[in-house]
């Protein structure tokens, strides 16, 4: 996505389904977030906390954070955490939602946290809508040095064929996929992470895992995709209309719920020391 004007345009488009997304789009997988945060836990399991692992009160900002879906699976692991997003719907239900989490008006090219305040910055399904040029250095301010930054990106997993058939269904405007996605954005992130004076070289993980869906939830869940906010109406349900009659027609889907197979990709670095 290089047009900065299509970048914002997009970017700016979830607030008009924020109570869709919060519903609908899944988390990321425990060991997902255990391996990003791996730089600032391991060899603390016989630390302050007997029998902790290293999470427990770690300060740490969910920043792009949306409706708070990457925030809830951070808190329930014990982790200190702050949240920054500039969508005010989103903010507004993850504000709803967790009552307890310091949530606040912010963009990634400006963040209102003090200096080297947080041990690590998570980013769930967000980075590639940053100008990096502008919120690196910002993310390396409020880190403190040796410091976590890693970015989540879910993908549906296209290399099952009945996936890609799916994604041709919704002609390009679904969400990302293991094939494209992996390749192109966040290779891409990691290019522009690892050239970073301030980071230490990137490294990139992968993890499969699943959500369930309905052919309903499903087309929810697709609909609240940048590229289908963005649609003319007409254009939009003519083409979510095509993924639920497919989803309807395949065996591995039209017998009520069944697992939507992804993968999570985690881009990780560390703030020089």
């Not at 607030?15 to 997902?32: K, V």
């Not at 630390?47 to 770690?58: T, W």
């Not at 954070?65 to 699976?73: S, V």
């Not at 990096?132 to 989540?152: F, H, K, T, Y």
Request: net charge negative; charged share 20%.
């Amino acid at each position: 996505m290089t047009d900065d004007s299509e970048r914002l345009r997009r970017g700016s488009s979830f607030g008009a389904a924020a109570g869709a997304y919060d519903e609908h789009r899944p988390g990321y997988p425990e060991a997902a977030i255990r391996w990003a945060l791996e730089p600032v836990t391991a060899g603390t399991v016989a630390g302050d906390i007997p029998g902790g692992d290293g999470l427990a009160g770690l300060p740490v900002l969910d920043l792009g954070a949306g409706t708070g879906i990457l925030t809830a699976q951070l808190v329930r692991l014990g982790l200190a955490v702050a949240a920054v997003e500039p969508d005010p719907a989103m903010l507004g239900t993850l504000r709803r939602r967790l009552t307890s989490v310091p949530a606040m008006d912010g963009t990634a090219e400006s963040i209102p946290l003090p200096d080297a305040s947080v041990r690590a910055v998570l980013c769930g399904q967000a980075m590639h809508w940053f100008d990096l040029e502008r919120s690196l250095p910002d993310i390396a301010r409020v880190l403190s040095p040796g410091g976590v930054l890693a970015a989540l990106w879910n993908t549906d997993d296209d290399r099952a064929d009945w996936v890609a058939g799916l994604h041709a269904a919704a002609e390009g405007a679904a969400g990302p996929a293991v094939s494209s996605y992996r390749a192109q954005t966040v290779n891409a992130w990691f290019g522009k992470a690892s050239g970073s004076a301030a980071f230490e070289p990137t490294e990139i993980e992968d993890f499969p895992h699943g959500y369930a869906r309905t052919a309903d939830s499903l087309v929810a869940a697709f609909a609240t995709h940048s590229k289908f906010l963005v649609m003319p109406s007409d254009q939009r349900e003519r083409v979510l209309g095509q993924v639920r009659s497919y989803v309807r027609s395949r065996p591995e889907t039209s017998g009520g719920e069944f697992t939507m197979p992804m993968v999570t990709s985690v881009l990780r670095t560390t703030r020089k020391r």
